[in-house]
């Protein structure tokens, strides 16, 4: 005879922490009934990370860091845990200003934040 209707589902906390972003009531509400299997996929991805302490100095111009991430001619051929091979490639700095008392409460140093950027772009994009 009768079957009941399958029990609701309570939507995946990334579908509900997305859909809270949704200003349209119906799309919504049409976002939540869709499983997050339908539009999202697991997988595997290989993450290289490092920390770098700056000690509150610009890099030199000519710094090369290919052979610290392991993208440079050299330690590509080590293969598996060098930065080429991964999917992600996160890279910390400490210090990126001087420790004074007037940088400590800066935001940020945009100079030595897109000189930084510069040489790890280098690194990572085989740049000059």
């Known amino acids: 005879g009768d079957q009941a209707p399958p029990a609701a589902r309570e939507p995946h906390p990334l579908t509900q922490e997305w859909a809270a972003r949704i200003n349209n009531r119906n799309v919504r509400a049409a ?3 869709e499983p997050i299997e339908s539009y999202t996929a697991a997988r595997d991805l290989r993450v290289w990370t490092g ?3 700056t000690n509150g ?3 030199p111009a000519d710094l090369d860091i290919s052979e610290w991430l392991h993208t440079s001619r050299s330690s590509f051929a080590a293969g598996d845990g060098d930065a080429r091979h991964m999917d992600v490639v996160v890279v910390g700095f400490q210090e990126i200003v001087p420790l004074t008392p007037g940088k400590v409460l800066a935001v940020e140093d945009l100079v030595a934040t897109a000189e930084w950027e510069a040489i790890i772009g280098r690194a990572l994009n085989g740049g000059s």
């Open 31 to 33: 976002f939540l009934v």
């Open 51 to 53: 920390t770098w302490n």
């Open 57 to 59: 100095k610009s890099p």
